[in-house]
DNA sequence: GGCGACATACCGACTGGTTAGTCTGCCGGG
DNA sequence: CCCGGCAGACTAACCAGTCGGTATGTCGCC
């Protein structure tokens, strides 16, 4: 069932003329936006194949032509979600290990973090992890590169705690990293934002699982 | 509509081919078992949606005639993949979970032995995982029922621990559920058979993970 | 031990429907 | 008057599932 939010969402102004835009409410969001955040919702809906360009320019009220002007395919559109994901998450690890804090606690920060993020982004997060074998080789080539930079950089976090002593070395740092990112990759699974839990109590707890892995 | 199907059973059974089969060559398995075969390789290569049916017919040498004459529908064959996968799990739960050993022992065991087997059939997890959305709404349904089952068995034996205190209760034994599944799904975007750790390293490093940090 | 009747196993051309992407053209603003 | 921004009809490819047809096997019966 679409959720075409019956009332708000006025998709088609029938013959309102396009050019006097600013006419009274002023705030529709620019096109490329919209149809981005309506190939978002219906690709974590209904899957990337099963969600046609016609859908999503139907959601975002407007046609193919507006589409293939801002983007080169539909693939593009896949390509930014993921863009804009991995650029966040990124930067906010980044974030993370350059803080002075301990080592403990820069691990500890940047499991919780990205707990919170991923949940925050769930849609994105969900059609990262089932989507990602849609996109053209290239681009597959290029998204796990950079998902590579990010995996290194939290592993050299856990291996500087196993070389400071503060972690157990008997795991590899590997999979260690890999353990963690797989409880949240399988976050879009069963998370629900009206469940019991908040993002950062969800956060929590799995970040003190980690920790408590980690104790030697 | 009518499914062919209707009832039989044709997995991985060494029914006794119906005549014909062995011929001269012997090697050949039967037109389902085949079916199956391919239609796991290509799902796991290519995903659901991006696999047709004459590719898999091509890839088990048959025709389409064959391929609905055995099954009721592309979906079937999805279907089908996800049931072998979760008896074969199921059965060697309730086996772990039914002998007599320790909680801790048995909560050891079945955390490795869930990711042996994923190993082990790592095609049918990454198909479970990747492409459990594509499955008609009922399938999906009772794909969803069994696993329940599985997880809330699992969940069943961390309370038990926690109960007795040998876990620690600081963690809901549902997120604790969750995590580890977690990492058991991501196994099939990192594994590689070619790699330097066996499967069975693997899961004794994950369980290892999961009872340390279950340690009170 | 031959014959019809029926069943099983499979073939492959065909159908009806869907889809990503293209292209021509309109429209209003600078 | 020209160009960015967009509309929407159009095309060429594809694909799941169907259906009539064929080959081979089996059973009952004389």
């Known amino acids: ?38 190939a978002t919702r219906l690709f974590a809906e209904r899957g990337y194949d099963r969600t046609s360009v016609q859908e999503i320019v139907e959601a975002a009220g407007v046609t193919k032509g507006a589409l293939y002007h801002y983007f080169g395919s539909k693939d593009d559109l896949l390509h930014e979600i993921y863009g804009r994901l991995l650029r966040l998450q990124q930067e906010r690890l980044d974030r993370v290990a350059d803080s002075g804090s301990g080592v403990e606690e820069r691990v500890r920060a940047a499991a919780a973090d990205v707990v919170v993020t991923t949940i925050e982004n769930l849609d994105d997060a969900m059609i990262f992890f089932r989507s990602m074998h849609q996109l053209s080789d290239e681009k597959q080539k290029q998204v796990r590169a950079e998902r590579r930079r990010y995996h290194e950089r939290f592993r050299a976090l856990v291996e500087e705690g196993q070389r400071a002593g503060v972690f157990t070395d008997e795991t590899p740092a590997d999979l260690v990293v890999d353990y963690h990112f797989g409880s949240v990759h399988h976050l879009s699974s069963w998370y629900r934002p009206d469940g019991r839990l908040t993002p950062q109590q969800v956060a929590d707890h799995l970040a003190g699982l980690l920790m408590r892995a980690l104790r030697p």
């Open 1 to 38: 069932m679409a959720s075409r939010t019956a009332g708000k969402d006025h998709t088609d102004r029938a013959a309102a003329p396009p050019g006097t835009a600013a006419a009274a409410g002023g705030g529709e969001a620019p096109v490329p936006q919209r149809l981005m955040a309506a």
